[in-house]
């Protein structure tokens, strides 16, 4: 666990040189992993893409490192489109889940939203990602829609998404 009382906790932009090590916690995280391609496009396209990190302890087991040998605590990817910005990814390195930091990276990228206009975030979530649809309403999102077999699955079948909107406040 890393205790933010103890240690300075930042955001950091994504970096060509973090694609290869984000990719691999991808795998670690997801089923269906973004490849390292996905993330380098994210990169190159200028979506807001940032790492939450920390500085290491020599305790720490997590081999998850930025290409400045920061930690890494997760990261998310989102996309603006007009006054819309839409969450393509949000992730937290397994040893850190359930410790209030997805609700962190949220927080931050709500406030860097608001910041550039928009009046709503966007994204999808797979219905049966119940801890994440939780969290996704304690922070004041709403369910809006549902998009039918969007995601896949290991089989050839597909799961459903819940598209939730959060609005900002201008």
């Not at 103890?6 to 795998?27: C, G, N, S």
């Not at 020599?58 to 997760?74: C, E, F, K, M």
């Not at 990814?89 to 608001?114: D, E, H, K, Y």
Request: neutral net charge; charged residues 15%; proline residues 5%.
């Amino acid at each position: 666990m890393v205790d933010p009382a103890t240690r300075l906790v930042q955001f950091t932009p994504i970096v060509a040189a973090d694609v290869a090590m984000i990719a691999e916690l991808e795998k670690v995280a997801y089923a269906h992993p973004w490849t390292a391609g996905n993330l380098l496009d994210a990169v190159h396209h200028l979506n807001h893409a940032q790492l939450l990190v920390c500085e290491p302890a020599p305790t720490d087991v997590s081999p998850w490192r930025n290409a400045d040998g920061h930690l890494i605590i997760g990261y998310f990817v989102a996309m603006q489109a007009v006054d819309e910005v839409h969450l393509l990814n949000i992730t937290v390195a397994p040893l850190f889940r359930r410790q209030g930091w997805a609700q962190l990276m949220l927080s931050a990228l709500a406030t860097w939203a608001a910041g550039r206009q928009a009046t709503s975030l966007w994204l999808e979530v797979r219905e049966s990602n119940h801890g994440a649809l939780a969290l996704y309403e304690h922070v004041g999102f709403k369910r809006v829609a549902v998009r039918k077999r969007y995601y896949p699955l290991k089989t050839n079948q597909r799961e459903d998404a819940v598209v939730m909107q959060l609005t900002l406040n201008p």
